[in-house]
């Protein structure tokens, strides 16, 4: 789990459900990954976006993200 760098902490974890305002209007996935920018090492959310072909990501800083809902773990495995 990370903390992202923001005025308030947000956890943010592999399996997390988020949602996320892009210019495209609010759209909505799976965390899969999370990688820093080459560049200017921003640390960036890897999304399997929802209403999609399977397996289009996107990049989303993780500033950009807007509501998140904790990944359950499955009956019998620890969380």
Wanted: charged share 25%; net charge negative.
């Amino acid at each position: 789990m990370l903390t992202t760098s923001t005025d308030s902490p947000r956890q943010i974890a592999l399996g997390d459900r988020v949602t996320f305002d892009t210019d495209e209007g609010y759209q909505a996935g799976t965390v899969n990954d999370l990688r820093r920018d080459v560049g200017n090492g921003e640390l960036h959310a890897w999304v399997e976006l929802d209403h999609q072909w399977p397996g289009l990501f996107r990049a989303v800083p993780l500033a950009a993200i807007e509501a998140v809902k904790k990944a359950v773990a499955p009956f019998g495995c620890p969380a």
